[in-house]
């Protein structure tokens, strides 16, 4: 798999995990949330298995790359928070930011 | 009747049993029986069994399951489910739900069922109002009791109470398999899309059973490209699910946020 094809499987995956992770918390009561976060540490495999197909492994990426994937994640996770705010959903939009720092930290992308 | 589990202390002078004050159900002056718990405890269990016939051998083992989950701490009830229930040995773990436990350990609890029968446990600790919640509005959870073997007699009542945002938060983790189906394991695959098919059969309010779920998958997708799924997927049968499934995706979730939206919207007199 190539660099651009790699950094675009890693957009769509750590876009799909912090969304769910953003609802889980805003739509779902404290004791309930265990159940529903099994698969996130799954997810996070997946991202990582992308994030490792691009160099440097060791060390965050370029800026500019790294630039680039924050900037989409962001953008697709607000897009897919938006479409259900009217919908009905009590959405904490202030997580965005945090959960995506966190997630592209925690795969060495930042 | 009320129960206490206490460990035994012995001192020179008394020869009553010492409750602190704060203990419920006990009066002074009540007589009470003293046994050794884990002995009462290590009668045979006779396994009870709920839309399922286990072989001889999984029975022995379930027992065993039920004595080291025993002897760990208290619990309200044992359930066994999943893929250990299916005829065969085909299964890669097993599915054990402990309600209302009083048990600390659990690593070490999950350790010991590893150690001593050679097999993975997944264990859910739950309290038993989460999980008849669960069961409410869960397919996961409904799916779980359709067959059980569990320690205590037990039924569930399986009324549906339909909660779209959940319904769409629990199929959204199944979304990545789109993304990188080449990463996900044959289990993982398998369980994502029986969790997919659970979902749209409970937000249609049909029956929801192993059955139904396998006969469902099968109409949506295909008998021979699920078998192909199971086994090896080849880049032309790879190409044909996902067309599929993504299809199938993005209608069932237009349709949740739809059903949400129209189950949010006021009610206005006219």
Known sequence: ????????????????????????????KEELRVYYQNEISRDVDIAL????NLNPLQENL????????????????????MKRKDKGYTIDFSLIGEETEKFLRECKVQ | MVMLIRKISKGSRFNQIYLQKDEMGFEPGTAVLLQPVLETMSREIEPFQYN??????????????????????ASKNILITGSFLEKGFT???????????????????????????????????????????GI?????????VDRFVCKERIIFRKDKSINYKLLDVYLLKNKNLIEAFDLF???????????????????EDKELTAKSVEKETDRLFGKDLIDKLAAYAGEESKRRFLA???????????????????????????
Do not use: C, W
């Open chain 1, 49 to 52: 298995a992308y994030r490792n």
């Open chain 2, 52 to 73: 399922v016939a286990v072989d001889k051998i999984k029975k022995e083992v379930i027992k065993k399951i039920f004595k080291i989950i025993d002897s760990a701490g």
């Open chain 2, 136 to 144: 409410k509005q869960d397919p996961l959870f409904s799916l779980m």
């Open chain 1, 1 to 28: 798999m190539n660099r651009p094809d790699s950094i675009k499987r890693f957009i769509g995956v750590a876009s799909n995990t912090i969304t769910h992770k953003i609802l889980v918390k805003s739509e779902l």
């Open chain 2, 244 to 270: 599929r499934f993504k299809k199938e995706y993005r209608e069932l979730e237009n349709k949740l946020l739809m059903l949400q939206e129209k189950s949010h919207r006021p009610i206005i007199d006219e």
């Open chain 2, 91 to 133: 299964f890669e773990d097993i599915d054990i739900i402990v309600i209302d436990p009083l048990i600390t350990d659990k690593k070490t609890l999950k350790d010991q069922i590893r150690e001593t029968l050679g097999v993975t446990p997944h264990l859910i600790f739950i309290d038993l109002q989460i999980l008849l919640k």
């Open chain 2, 185 to 203: 394991t044959i289990k993982q695959r398998k369980k994502v899309i029986r969790d997919f098919v659970s979902i749209k059969l409970f937000s």
């Open chain 1, 62 to 81: 370029p800026d500019k790359d790294a630039r680039e994937i924050k900037k989409k994640v962001l953008l697709r996770v607000r897009a897919e928070l």
